[in-house]
């Protein structure tokens, strides 16, 4: 099956620092989204990406669709402190009845005020 | 905010007993899933149903049996509930035109 590896892990980053963070995949994807979770909550969707070499903001945040369709990033600039949370990657590959996202394994944030 | 509700949120129950947890949507959405999340594995797709009575295995199913008989309700039971089964189960809605999942709050199911 499909592989995604994010990275990093985790992060400990001064609140106003930048961060960044990505996945690779092993196979092409269709569509790319970025998932932020708060402890005790759902993930919640972040930005959607559609097409190679699309990049894309939501306020401080930036994603990109890598141009092998293998590949995203996410940027977030200045960061505040309830930017804390898990952020996932997740990559979209299959159409017909197979819409079926695969996950990364997430990257840990921690922002010291 | 796709109007995804789950039932119950937490609940704790004993070893092969059966468990059903529910997932409703307002949203008229054809796509449900299940997923179920565990510290270093992320989010591992147990099953999903593609329209009413139409479903599918994920990559983690055994264990569990689905079943959707109208558009807003999708189910996820565990026959005989096991301790490896202890785990924060999440639906998701797929919007329509879209690849794009939303996800409902959560069940902490705890297997004792």
């Known amino acids: 099956g499909q592989q995604l590896n994010q990275s990093p892990q985790s992060m400990f980053i001064q609140e106003g620092e930048d961060v960044s963070m990505n996945c690779t995949s092993s196979?092409?994807?269709?569509?790319w989204l970025w998932y932020k979770q708060d402890p005790g909550e759902g993930p919640v969707l972040l930005i959607a990406?559609?097409?190679?070499?699309e990049l894309t903001s939501n306020g401080r945040l930036t994603a990109q669709f890598g141009i092998t369709r293998k590949d995203s990033f996410l940027n977030i600039s200045a960061s505040i402190p309830s930017d804390v949370g898990i952020y996932f990657c997740?990559?979209?590959?299959?159409?017909?009845?197979?819409?079926?996202?695969?996950f990364g394994k997430g990257t840990l944030l921690t922002v010291n005020p | 905010d796709a109007g995804i509700t789950q039932s119950p949120r937490h609940k704790v129950t004993e070893t092969g007993t059966p468990v059903t947890l529910r997932c409703h949507q307002t949203?008229?959405?054809?796509?449900m899933y299940w997923y179920r999340q565990d510290p270093g594995h992320g989010l591992r797709l147990i099953h999903y149903?593609?329209?009413?009575?139409?479903?599918d295995k994920g990559e983690v199913s055994d264990g569990y049996s689905v079943s959707r008989s109208k558009t807003e309700d999708f189910l996820l039971t565990l026959e005989s509930a096991t301790s490896s089964q202890t785990s924060v189960y999440f639906c998701?809605?797929?919007?329509?035109?879209?690849?794009?999942?939303?996800f409902g709050p959560g069940t902490r199911l705890t297997v004792l």
């Open positions: 990406l559609y097409k190679a070499g």
């Open positions: 998701a809605t797929l919007a329509g035109g879209t690849d794009t999942q939303y």
């Open positions: 196979s092409i994807f269709n569509t």
């Open positions: 949203e008229n959405h054809r796509y």
């Open positions: 997740a990559g979209q590959y299959g159409g017909g009845s197979n819409y079926k996202l695969t």
């Open positions: 149903s593609y329209g009413v009575k139409d479903t």
